[in-house]
């Protein structure tokens, strides 16, 4: 039998101030969209910012649906519409911020699995990383390089 260790490596910010200013902008606009997050069953309410190569900054949020799988993650909004929008640009950066009606929300909450998966589609596709920031209501934000820091044994079309 052989090991497989995989290891993973994020930055902390200990606040939004400490970012870079183009990234510090970008996840006040991720804190401003998150407010039209539609979240009427969990509370929970997250926002997502783009930067894309073109100069571009594209918005989502969280929308939900009474058939719970009918909604969407914030995450996906956004890539989804940067793609359907501007099938060309690369994603640069994202920054995603998640808040609670119910809780404090001060540790930094990372995309979910399928969101995870979707992200990897386009980095995949644009064979660059995409640099994601991500943090709670308010407090530390963490850094990732890419997504393979969050999904490190990917899927990919060459599995097909």
Do not use: W
Request: with cysteine; charged share 20%; hydrophobic share 40%.
């Amino acid at each position: 039998m052989n090991k497989i260790e995989i290891t993973t490596s994020f930055s902390v910010f200990e606040t939004i101030e400490e970012l870079p200013n183009d990234v510090s902008d970008l996840m006040q606009k991720a804190i401003e969209i998150r407010k039209n997050a539609y979240a009427p069953y969990s509370k929970f309410k997250v926002g997502c910012a783009l930067l894309l190569d073109n100069g571009k900054i594209v918005l989502g949020s969280n929308q939900e649906n009474a058939a719970y799988p009918s909604g969407l993650c914030a995450e996906r909004v956004a890539i989804f519409q940067s793609g359907a929008i501007y099938p060309e640009a690369k994603i640069l950066k994202m920054a995603i911020t998640a808040a609670s009606e119910t809780n404090k929300t001060t540790t930094p909450i990372p995309p979910c699995g399928s969101c995870r998966q979707s992200i990897f589609e386009y980095e995949f596709k644009q064979n660059m990383p995409i640099e994601i920031y991500f943090m709670g209501e308010k407090g530390i934000v963490y850094k990732s390089d890419s997504i393979k820091n969050l999904l490190p044994l990917s899927f990919d079309k060459n599995f097909l």
